[in-house]
């Protein structure tokens, strides 16, 4: 390897873990369990899912779009339940991975995706928002978003004043380019926070501090027959579709960001299996590729695969130095941190672009959102994922009915597209409104030099159907009933 090769990619890994580092802490403190397991994750996204083939310039670790699941997940069955069901979902994705089944979660629609992420965002927001108040967060998300209006009145100001002064660190920190290439702005508005905090003693929330080996445990076997619950069940098959469709989807978008290596998706799901079973292993968070961090990777100039194995190496040496650094974060920066990664989930400008092109795809994004904030996380994916299938069915089912004349003086009806159910009203309405009398009008105009006169009392309708690219039974069943109720129509197959 070369020199300038391994000088890019360890200042790649020096900026990758100043990004995640803050973030990591966030996402374990919002999930409800201890801030070392979201560095334990991070850690096994670096060096176990970094050494595995896959995305070469990718990075894993806990991520924001899990954080709503993983809490209520910990609320509903405890702690000591965690390991199993990240165990579990690893297991998913390994069976998922050697099935090649990677590459068809290209296949979902974007727009469920988008709203997936915008309805994490919302709930992400609006549950984070207290705890920059240091206050605790309503059990529903419907009733997190009525507490809103109270929240001035009773959040405490000096932490609420913290969390909203790390927002707008992370809003103008951005707009200072050389800074922020040169410094992540999470780690400025989280040290910036902690730095205060600790100079004044500020009688405000902190990251508790458990220590590593306090903090991961083992499952038992004993908590693997939780497995039997449907339940757990539904929250395994969500950890996995969901870090599964986040990580591929995140693949596509780093493939964009650079030149090299091309994503092999079943490979990459299966590094993710992997690492999710290590963390389960562990009693860790969930373990997915993070957009923000890979784009970071990519930005500093990675190379190859060492940027993000090395990144893990330094979450592992800074838990093992410098643990107690995380005593002085206040809280509510890493809600403030969270809630500028949920804004972030929303996809406004994505919004106006398919509003302008394809409604359509607005209504199964906003419905989606709208379903997880108020029913959960994984109904509002299969809510979404049916409405996305049902607009796919009524796009395609195009149809449409020509009058035209035939050779032999007959008036003929085409009926051509895709006749499915969806369309059958429709496609009724339009053949029974068709009048003998102007379908004769057309053989007169079309019908040559006989005109008219050649057609008999009543002309003969020829109804062809050899432009139909796809009929259902019951159109194909609505047609022939059509025809029947009408002596004076031949069925025909006749294409255009």
Same mark, same amino acid.
């Given at each position: 390897?070369?020199?300038?090769?391994?000088?890019?990619?360890?200042?790649?890994?020096?900026?990758?873990? #100043?990004?995640?580092?803050? +973030?990591?802490?966030?996402?374990?403190?919002?999930?409800?369990?201890?801030?070392?397991?979201?560095?334990?994750?991070?850690?096994?996204?670096?060096?176990?899912?970094?050494? @595995?083939?896959?995305?070469?310039?990718?990075?894993?670790?806990?991520?924001?779009?899990?954080?709503?699941?993983? $809490?209520?997940?910990?609320?509903? $069955?405890?702690?000591?339940?965690?390991?199993?069901?990240?165990?579990?979902?690893?297991?998913?994705?390994?069976?998922?991975?050697? @099935?090649?089944?990677?590459?068809?979660?290209?296949?979902?629609?974007?727009?469920?995706?988008?709203?997936?992420?915008?309805?994490?965002?919302?709930?992400?927001?609006?549950?984070?928002? $207290?705890?920059? !108040?240091?206050?605790?967060?309503?059990?529903?998300?419907?009733?997190?978003?009525? !507490?809103?209006?109270?929240?001035?009145?009773?959040?405490?100001?000096?932490?609420?004043?913290?969390?909203?002064?790390?927002?707008?660190?992370?809003?103008?920190?951005?707009?200072?380019?050389?800074?922020?290439?040169?410094?992540?702005?999470?780690?400025?508005?989280?040290?910036?926070?902690?730095?205060?905090?600790?100079?004044?003693?500020?009688?405000?929330?902190?990251? /508790?501090?458990?220590?590593?080996?306090?903090?991961?445990?083992?499952?038992?076997? *004993?908590?693997?027959?939780?497995?039997?619950?449907?339940?757990?069940?539904?929250?395994?098959?969500?950890?996995?579709?969901?870090?599964?469709?986040?990580?591929?989807?995140?693949?596509? *978008?780093?493939?964009?960001?650079?030149?090299?290596?091309?994503?092999? $998706?079943?490979?990459?799901?299966?590094?993710?299996? %992997?690492?999710?079973?290590?963390?389960?292993?562990?009693?860790?968070?969930?373990?997915?590729?993070?957009?923000?961090?890979?784009?970071?990777?990519? /930005?500093?100039?990675?190379?190859?695969?060492?940027?993000?194995?090395?990144?893990?190496?330094? #979450?592992?040496?800074?838990?093992?130095?410098?643990?107690?650094?995380?005593?002085?974060?206040?809280?509510?920066? #890493?809600?403030?941190? +969270? %809630?500028?990664?949920?804004?972030?989930?929303?996809?406004?400008?994505? %919004? !106006?672009?398919?509003?302008?092109?394809?409604?359509? /795809?607005?209504?199964?994004?906003?419905?989606?959102?709208?379903?997880?904030?108020?029913?959960?996380?994984?109904?509002?994916?299969?809510?979404?994922?049916?409405?996305?299938?049902?607009?796919?069915?009524?796009?395609?089912?195009?149809?449409?009915?020509?009058?035209?004349?035939?050779?032999?003086?007959?008036?003929?009806?085409?009926?051509?597209?895709?006749?499915?159910? @969806?369309?059958?009203?429709?496609?009724?309405?339009?053949?029974?409104?068709?009048? #003998?009398?102007?379908?004769?009008?057309?053989?007169?105009?079309?019908?040559?030099?006989? !005109?008219?006169?050649?057609?008999?009392?009543?002309?003969?309708?020829?109804?062809?159907?050899?432009?139909?690219?796809?009929?259902?039974?019951?159109?194909?069943?609505?047609?022939?009933?059509?025809?029947?109720?009408?002596?004076?129509?031949?069925?025909?197959?006749?294409?255009?």
């Amino acid at each position: 390897m070369r020199f300038g090769v391994r000088k890019a990619d360890l200042l790649a890994s020096l900026v990758v873990f #100043l990004v995640a580092l803050p +973030l990591c802490v966030g996402v374990a403190v919002a999930s409800g369990v201890p801030a070392e397991l979201g560095l334990v994750t991070g850690i096994v996204g670096g060096l176990v899912a970094g050494v @595995l083939p896959g995305s070469s310039l990718q990075v894993s670790g806990p991520a924001a779009g899990l954080t709503v699941l993983v $809490y209520e997940a910990v609320r509903a $069955y405890g702690l000591e339940v965690l390991g199993v069901l990240v165990f579990a979902a690893g297991v998913v994705q390994l069976g998922l991975g050697a @099935l090649r089944l990677g590459r068809w979660f290209r296949a979902v629609s974007a727009a469920v995706v988008q709203g997936m992420l915008a309805g994490i965002g919302i709930v992400l927001v609006a549950g984070q928002v $207290y705890a920059m !108040g240091d206050m605790s967060v309503p059990a529903d998300a419907l009733g997190a978003v009525r !507490g809103l209006a109270s929240l001035p009145g009773d959040a405490d100001p000096v932490a609420f004043g913290i969390g909203g002064a790390t927002v707008v660190v992370l809003l103008l920190w951005r707009r200072w380019a050389w800074g922020a290439r040169l410094v992540p702005g999470p780690l400025v508005a989280v040290a910036l926070a902690a730095g205060v905090t600790w100079v004044f003693d500020l009688d405000v929330r902190r990251v /508790e501090v458990q220590g590593l080996l306090a903090a991961v445990r083992v499952p038992e076997a *004993a908590d693997f027959g939780r497995l039997t619950e449907v339940g757990v069940i539904g929250t395994v098959v969500a950890f996995a579709l969901i870090a599964s469709a986040q990580s591929l989807f995140g693949a596509a *978008a780093v493939d964009r960001l650079h030149r090299g290596a091309r994503t092999d $998706y079943d490979r990459e799901l299966l590094a993710q299996g %992997v690492g999710n079973a290590v963390c389960g292993v562990l009693g860790a968070l969930p373990m997915t590729a993070v957009i923000v961090r890979s784009a970071a990777n990519v /930005e500093a100039g990675a190379r190859t695969k060492v940027s993000r194995v090395l990144h893990g190496v330094w #979450l592992l040496v800074f838990v093992a130095v410098l643990p107690g650094v995380l005593g002085v974060v206040p809280v509510a920066a #890493l809600a403030g941190l +969270l %809630v500028h990664a949920g804004c972030r989930l929303v996809p406004v400008r994505e %919004v !106006g672009v398919l509003w302008r092109g394809h409604r359509g /795809e607005v209504v199964v994004l906003v419905v989606t959102a709208g379903a997880i904030a108020v029913a959960g996380l994984f109904e509002g994916v299969v809510v979404g994922l049916a409405l996305a299938v049902g607009k796919t069915a009524w796009d395609v089912s195009h149809v449409r009915v020509e009058i035209g004349a035939g050779a032999d003086g007959c008036v003929v009806v085409r009926v051509v597209g895709h006749a499915t159910f @969806l369309r059958l009203p429709e496609l009724l309405d339009r053949l029974d409104a068709l009048d #003998l009398v102007d379908m004769a009008d057309v053989v007169e105009a079309r019908g040559g030099p006989d !005109g008219p006169a050649a057609l008999p009392r009543g002309p003969v309708v020829r109804l062809e159907l050899g432009g139909l690219r796809h009929v259902d039974h019951a159109c194909a069943a609505a047609l022939e009933g059509w025809a029947a109720a009408r002596g004076h129509v031949v069925v025909g197959v006749r294409g255009q």
